[in-house]
Protein backbone atom coordinates (compact mmCIF):
# COMPACT_ATOMS: atom_id res chain seq x y z
CA UNK A 1 0.00 0.00 0.00
CA UNK A 2 1.11 3.42 -0.88
CA UNK A 3 1.95 6.39 1.51
CA UNK A 4 -0.99 7.88 0.04
CA UNK A 5 -3.94 4.80 0.29
CA UNK A 6 -2.45 4.85 3.27
CA UNK A 7 -3.29 8.45 4.41
CA UNK A 8 -6.93 8.22 3.05
CA UNK A 9 -7.89 4.88 4.82
CA UNK A 10 -6.95 6.14 8.08
CA UNK A 11 -8.62 9.36 7.42
CA UNK A 12 -12.09 10.21 8.27
CA UNK A 13 -13.29 11.60 5.05
CA UNK A 14 -16.57 13.73 4.55
CA UNK A 15 -18.09 14.90 1.33
CA UNK A 16 -20.20 17.87 2.26
CA UNK A 17 -22.54 18.01 -0.19
CA UNK A 18 -24.29 15.67 -2.60
CA UNK A 19 -27.38 15.47 -4.95
CA UNK A 20 -27.97 11.78 -4.71
CA UNK A 21 -31.24 11.61 -3.23
CA UNK A 22 -32.89 12.87 -5.80
CA UNK A 23 -31.11 10.19 -8.30
CA UNK A 24 -32.76 7.26 -6.10
CA UNK A 25 -36.34 8.41 -5.43
CA UNK A 26 -38.61 6.87 -7.31
CA UNK A 27 -40.66 10.22 -8.29
CA UNK A 28 -38.66 12.78 -9.48
CA UNK A 29 -35.51 11.57 -11.36
CA UNK A 30 -32.72 13.83 -12.09
CA UNK A 31 -30.93 14.98 -15.69
CA UNK A 32 -34.08 12.84 -17.00
CA UNK A 33 -32.51 9.44 -15.73
CA UNK A 34 -34.36 6.64 -14.04
CA UNK A 35 -33.86 6.37 -10.48
CA UNK A 36 -31.27 4.11 -9.84
CA UNK A 37 -30.22 1.75 -7.43
CA UNK A 38 -28.03 3.20 -4.02
CA UNK A 39 -27.05 -0.33 -3.40
CA UNK A 40 -25.60 -1.41 -6.63
CA UNK A 41 -22.68 -0.17 -8.70
CA UNK A 42 -23.98 1.44 -11.09
CA UNK A 43 -22.34 3.70 -14.45
CA UNK A 44 -24.50 6.45 -14.20
CA UNK A 45 -24.33 9.32 -11.84
CA UNK A 46 -21.77 9.39 -9.23
CA UNK A 47 -22.69 8.41 -6.07
CA UNK A 48 -23.86 4.41 -4.85
CA UNK A 49 -23.09 2.78 -1.58
CA UNK A 50 -20.74 0.36 -3.43
CA UNK A 51 -18.65 3.87 -4.77
CA UNK A 52 -19.09 5.76 -1.38
CA UNK A 53 -16.89 2.59 0.04
CA UNK A 54 -14.40 2.60 -3.05
CA UNK A 55 -13.95 6.18 -2.43
CA UNK A 56 -13.17 5.72 1.37
CA UNK A 57 -15.98 7.73 2.31
CA UNK A 58 -17.12 7.99 5.85
CA UNK A 59 -19.47 10.52 6.08
CA UNK A 60 -21.49 11.80 2.86
CA UNK A 61 -24.04 14.76 3.70
CA UNK A 62 -27.67 14.56 1.54
CA UNK A 63 -29.06 17.70 0.38
CA UNK A 64 -32.89 17.43 0.81
CA UNK A 65 -32.94 20.08 -2.62
CA UNK A 66 -36.33 21.57 -3.21
CA UNK A 67 -36.90 21.61 -7.17
CA UNK A 68 -38.14 24.85 -8.51
CA UNK A 69 -41.78 23.20 -9.41
CA UNK A 70 -42.24 22.91 -5.52
CA UNK A 71 -41.97 26.23 -4.14
CA UNK A 72 -42.87 27.56 -2.39
CA UNK A 73 -46.36 26.02 -1.42
CA UNK A 74 -45.29 22.31 -1.42
CA UNK A 75 -41.41 22.67 -0.26
CA UNK A 76 -42.51 20.96 3.29
CA UNK A 77 -44.37 18.35 1.61
CA UNK A 78 -41.33 17.71 -0.74
CA UNK A 79 -38.88 17.72 1.85
CA UNK A 80 -40.52 15.07 3.99
CA UNK A 81 -40.97 12.92 0.81
CA UNK A 82 -37.38 13.52 0.42
CA UNK A 83 -36.50 12.51 3.84
CA UNK A 84 -38.86 9.73 3.60
CA UNK A 85 -36.21 8.38 0.66
CA UNK A 86 -33.12 8.82 2.90
CA UNK A 87 -34.61 7.15 5.84
CA UNK A 88 -35.92 4.02 3.53
CA UNK A 89 -32.04 3.77 2.33
CA UNK A 90 -31.54 3.59 6.34
CA UNK A 91 -33.76 0.68 6.28
CA UNK A 92 -32.45 -1.42 3.55
CA UNK A 93 -29.26 -1.32 3.68
CA UNK A 94 -28.82 -3.52 6.91
CA UNK A 95 -27.23 -1.22 9.17
CA UNK A 96 -24.31 -0.34 6.52
CA UNK A 97 -25.48 3.03 5.69
CA UNK A 98 -26.25 5.18 9.01
CA UNK A 99 -27.63 8.49 10.26
CA UNK A 100 -25.19 10.83 11.74
CA UNK A 101 -26.22 13.69 13.82
CA UNK A 102 -23.36 14.57 15.49
CA UNK A 103 -19.63 14.41 15.47
CA UNK A 104 -19.80 10.66 17.11
CA UNK A 105 -21.57 8.90 15.19
CA UNK A 106 -19.23 9.86 12.24
CA UNK A 107 -16.40 8.77 14.24
CA UNK A 108 -18.59 5.31 15.21
CA UNK A 109 -18.91 4.86 11.32
CA UNK A 110 -15.41 5.02 11.00
CA UNK A 111 -14.72 2.01 13.57
CA UNK A 112 -17.52 0.28 12.21
CA UNK A 113 -16.86 0.36 8.71
CA UNK A 114 -19.88 1.95 7.95
CA UNK A 115 -20.80 4.72 6.09
CA UNK A 116 -22.94 7.85 7.54
CA UNK A 117 -25.49 10.32 6.25
CA UNK A 118 -25.80 13.73 7.27
CA UNK A 119 -28.90 15.19 6.07
CA UNK A 120 -28.73 19.12 5.05
CA UNK A 121 -31.71 21.14 3.34
CA UNK A 122 -30.44 23.13 0.20
CA UNK A 123 -32.91 25.78 0.01
CA UNK A 124 -35.01 27.45 3.30
CA UNK A 125 -38.43 27.41 1.37
CA UNK A 126 -38.52 24.26 3.20
CA UNK A 127 -39.99 25.18 6.64
CA UNK A 128 -42.28 27.92 4.77
CA UNK A 129 -41.59 30.42 7.09
CA UNK A 130 -42.21 28.68 10.22
CA UNK A 131 -39.54 28.53 13.18
CA UNK A 132 -42.02 25.42 13.93
CA UNK A 133 -41.39 23.68 10.72
CA UNK A 134 -37.58 23.95 10.89
CA UNK A 135 -37.67 22.65 14.57
CA UNK A 136 -39.32 19.56 13.15
CA UNK A 137 -37.02 19.13 10.65
CA UNK A 138 -34.32 18.84 13.29
CA UNK A 139 -36.03 16.39 15.34
CA UNK A 140 -36.54 14.62 11.94
CA UNK A 141 -32.72 14.32 11.47
CA UNK A 142 -31.80 17.48 9.38
CA UNK A 143 -28.63 19.26 10.93
CA UNK A 144 -27.58 21.57 8.21
CA UNK A 145 -29.78 24.30 6.04
CA UNK A 146 -28.81 26.45 3.26
CA UNK A 147 -30.82 29.46 3.44
CA UNK A 148 -31.61 29.84 -0.68
CA UNK A 149 -30.72 28.24 -3.40
CA UNK A 150 -30.35 30.82 -6.38
CA UNK A 151 -33.85 32.55 -6.09
CA UNK A 152 -34.96 34.78 -3.65
CA UNK A 153 -37.17 33.24 -1.00
CA UNK A 154 -38.61 34.88 2.43
CA UNK A 155 -35.22 34.33 4.13
CA UNK A 156 -32.55 35.95 2.08
CA UNK A 157 -31.71 36.58 -1.38
CA UNK A 158 -29.93 33.63 -3.72
CA UNK A 159 -27.07 34.53 -6.02
CA UNK A 160 -29.24 34.44 -8.95
CA UNK A 161 -30.84 37.64 -7.42
CA UNK A 162 -29.32 40.38 -9.44
CA UNK A 163 -31.18 43.73 -8.23
CA UNK A 164 -31.65 42.97 -4.53
CA UNK A 165 -29.23 43.71 -1.99
CA UNK A 166 -31.56 43.53 1.24
CA UNK A 167 -29.28 41.24 2.86
CA UNK A 168 -31.37 38.76 5.23
CA UNK A 169 -35.48 39.34 6.22
CA UNK A 170 -36.24 39.85 9.67
CA UNK A 171 -37.30 36.04 9.20
CA UNK A 172 -33.85 35.32 7.75
CA UNK A 173 -32.16 36.21 11.16
CA UNK A 174 -34.48 34.16 13.23
CA UNK A 175 -33.83 31.28 11.37
CA UNK A 176 -30.48 31.79 11.54
CA UNK A 177 -30.59 32.37 15.69
CA UNK A 178 -32.84 29.69 15.77
CA UNK A 179 -30.57 26.96 13.80
CA UNK A 180 -27.50 27.85 16.19
CA UNK A 181 -29.93 27.81 19.42
CA UNK A 182 -30.67 24.22 17.99
CA UNK A 183 -27.22 22.88 17.00
CA UNK A 184 -27.74 23.27 13.45
CA UNK A 185 -25.36 24.45 10.62
CA UNK A 186 -26.20 27.43 8.41
CA UNK A 187 -25.27 26.55 5.04
CA UNK A 188 -24.17 30.35 2.78
CA UNK A 189 -23.18 28.51 -0.57
CA UNK A 190 -25.55 29.84 -2.59
CA UNK A 191 -26.68 33.19 -0.91
CA UNK A 192 -25.87 36.69 -2.77
CA UNK A 193 -23.03 38.69 -1.33
CA UNK A 194 -25.30 41.08 0.51
CA UNK A 195 -27.07 38.00 2.21
CA UNK A 196 -23.72 36.31 2.87
CA UNK A 197 -22.81 39.29 5.03
CA UNK A 198 -25.85 39.29 6.39
CA UNK A 199 -25.24 36.07 7.78
CA UNK A 200 -21.58 36.43 8.93
CA UNK A 201 -23.28 39.69 10.96
CA UNK A 202 -25.53 37.76 12.64
CA UNK A 203 -23.93 34.63 13.30
CA UNK A 204 -21.97 33.95 16.87
CA UNK A 205 -21.05 30.26 16.10
CA UNK A 206 -19.37 28.67 12.81
CA UNK A 207 -21.15 28.80 9.62
CA UNK A 208 -20.27 26.77 6.36
CA UNK A 209 -20.34 26.70 2.54
CA UNK A 210 -20.73 23.35 1.63
CA UNK A 211 -19.71 23.39 -2.09
CA UNK A 212 -18.37 26.55 -3.13
CA UNK A 213 -14.55 27.28 -4.61
CA UNK A 214 -12.86 30.59 -4.86
CA UNK A 215 -13.54 33.66 -7.29
CA UNK A 216 -10.09 34.42 -7.12
CA UNK A 217 -9.73 31.42 -9.88
CA UNK A 218 -13.09 31.16 -11.16
CA UNK A 219 -15.39 34.05 -11.62
CA UNK A 220 -19.06 32.00 -11.07
CA UNK A 221 -21.02 33.91 -9.05
CA UNK A 222 -21.63 30.59 -6.72
CA UNK A 223 -17.76 31.52 -5.79
CA UNK A 224 -16.44 32.80 -3.08
CA UNK A 225 -14.07 36.47 -2.67
CA UNK A 226 -11.24 36.27 -0.70
CA UNK A 227 -13.29 38.80 1.94
CA UNK A 228 -15.70 35.99 2.46
CA UNK A 229 -13.30 33.00 3.03
CA UNK A 230 -11.67 35.48 5.41
CA UNK A 231 -14.94 36.32 6.79
CA UNK A 232 -15.70 32.20 7.12
CA UNK A 233 -12.72 31.58 8.59
CA UNK A 234 -12.73 34.19 11.19
CA UNK A 235 -15.85 32.43 12.87
CA UNK A 236 -14.44 29.42 12.60
CA UNK A 237 -16.40 28.19 9.58
CA UNK A 238 -15.22 25.62 6.69
CA UNK A 239 -15.89 25.61 3.10
CA UNK A 240 -16.33 22.63 0.61
CA UNK A 241 -14.70 22.62 -2.61
CA UNK A 242 -17.17 21.49 -5.56
CA UNK A 243 -16.06 19.56 -8.72
CA UNK A 244 -19.03 20.37 -11.19
CA UNK A 245 -17.06 22.16 -13.82
CA UNK A 246 -18.36 25.96 -13.87
CA UNK A 247 -17.54 26.58 -10.50
CA UNK A 248 -13.74 24.94 -10.94
CA UNK A 249 -12.24 27.16 -13.92
CA UNK A 250 -14.09 29.66 -16.56
CA UNK A 251 -12.34 27.50 -19.52
CA UNK A 252 -14.10 23.97 -19.30
CA UNK A 253 -11.05 22.85 -20.95
CA UNK A 254 -8.99 23.44 -17.75
CA UNK A 255 -11.38 21.50 -15.34
CA UNK A 256 -9.11 18.71 -13.54
CA UNK A 257 -8.46 17.42 -10.14
CA UNK A 258 -5.10 19.67 -10.29
CA UNK A 259 -6.91 22.52 -10.80
CA UNK A 260 -9.95 21.70 -7.78
CA UNK A 261 -6.54 21.13 -5.56
CA UNK A 262 -5.54 25.19 -6.96
CA UNK A 263 -8.52 26.24 -4.94
CA UNK A 264 -7.49 24.32 -1.85
CA UNK A 265 -4.64 26.01 -1.89
CA UNK A 266 -5.81 29.14 -2.61
CA UNK A 267 -7.89 28.82 0.14
CA UNK A 268 -5.48 27.49 2.37
CA UNK A 269 -3.26 30.26 1.49
CA UNK A 270 -6.31 32.87 2.38
CA UNK A 271 -7.95 31.17 5.22
CA UNK A 272 -5.83 28.73 6.55
CA UNK A 273 -5.04 24.92 6.29
CA UNK A 274 -8.30 24.73 9.10
CA UNK A 275 -10.78 26.16 7.19
CA UNK A 276 -11.28 24.10 3.65
CA UNK A 277 -12.95 20.77 3.26
CA UNK A 278 -14.80 18.87 0.27
CA UNK A 279 -18.54 19.42 -0.64
CA UNK A 280 -18.17 17.94 -4.43
CA UNK A 281 -22.13 18.64 -5.29
CA UNK A 282 -21.83 14.62 -6.83
CA UNK A 283 -25.21 14.04 -8.07
CA UNK A 284 -26.21 17.83 -8.65
CA UNK A 285 -24.42 18.52 -12.28
CA UNK A 286 -23.75 16.80 -15.37
CA UNK A 287 -20.98 15.85 -17.47
CA UNK A 288 -20.49 15.78 -21.28
CA UNK A 289 -18.98 12.46 -22.03
CA UNK A 290 -15.29 13.42 -23.08
CA UNK A 291 -15.33 16.33 -21.34
CA UNK A 292 -13.03 17.38 -18.67
CA UNK A 293 -14.11 16.89 -15.22
CA UNK A 294 -12.46 16.38 -11.81
CA UNK A 295 -12.92 12.71 -11.27
CA UNK A 296 -15.74 10.40 -13.06
CA UNK A 297 -17.48 9.89 -9.36
CA UNK A 298 -16.35 9.16 -5.50
CA UNK A 299 -15.11 6.17 -6.54
CA UNK A 300 -11.97 8.28 -7.39
CA UNK A 301 -11.77 10.09 -4.38
CA UNK A 302 -8.59 8.30 -2.94
CA UNK A 303 -6.53 10.26 -5.85
CA UNK A 304 -7.35 13.47 -4.54
CA UNK A 305 -5.26 12.42 -1.39
CA UNK A 306 -2.37 11.41 -4.13
CA UNK A 307 -2.52 14.69 -5.93
CA UNK A 308 -2.59 16.55 -2.38
CA UNK A 309 0.55 14.25 -1.05
CA UNK A 310 2.32 15.19 -4.67
CA UNK A 311 1.95 19.05 -4.01
CA UNK A 312 3.93 18.54 -0.17
CA UNK A 313 0.77 18.49 2.16
CA UNK A 314 1.97 17.05 5.37
CA UNK A 315 -0.21 13.99 6.46
CA UNK A 316 -2.34 15.55 9.60
CA UNK A 317 -3.11 18.93 6.75
CA UNK A 318 -4.03 16.12 4.18
CA UNK A 319 -6.29 14.43 6.84
CA UNK A 320 -8.37 17.67 8.07
CA UNK A 321 -8.79 18.65 4.42
CA UNK A 322 -10.04 15.24 3.89
CA UNK A 323 -12.62 15.71 6.89
CA UNK A 324 -10.93 16.43 9.55
CA UNK A 325 -12.00 20.41 9.43
CA UNK A 326 -15.71 19.29 9.03
CA UNK A 327 -15.63 17.10 11.99
CA UNK A 328 -14.33 19.91 13.87
CA UNK A 329 -16.95 22.10 12.88
CA UNK A 330 -19.66 19.18 13.58
CA UNK A 331 -18.18 18.80 17.43
CA UNK A 332 -18.81 22.75 17.67
CA UNK A 333 -22.32 23.03 16.09
CA UNK A 334 -23.97 19.92 16.07
CA UNK A 335 -22.16 18.49 19.58
Known amino acids: MSKAQSIHQEAVVIDGHCDTILSVMTRGSWFGVPPRDFFERNEQGHIDLPRLKEGGITCQVMALYIEPQYKPAASARRCLEMLDAFYDLLDRSGGEFVLATKAQHILDAKAQAKVAGLLSIEGGEAIEGSLS ?53 VDVSHLSESSFWGVHQVAERPYIASHSNARALASHPRNLTDKQIEALASKGGVIGVVFCPPFVDDDRENVSLSRICDHIDHIVKVAGIDHVGLGSDFDGFGVTPGSPQVMKDVSEMPKLTEELMRRGYKEDDIKKILGGNWLRVYEQVLG
Open 133 to 185: VLRNFYRLGVRAMGLTWNQRNDLADGVGEKSGKSGLTDLGISVVKEMEKLGML
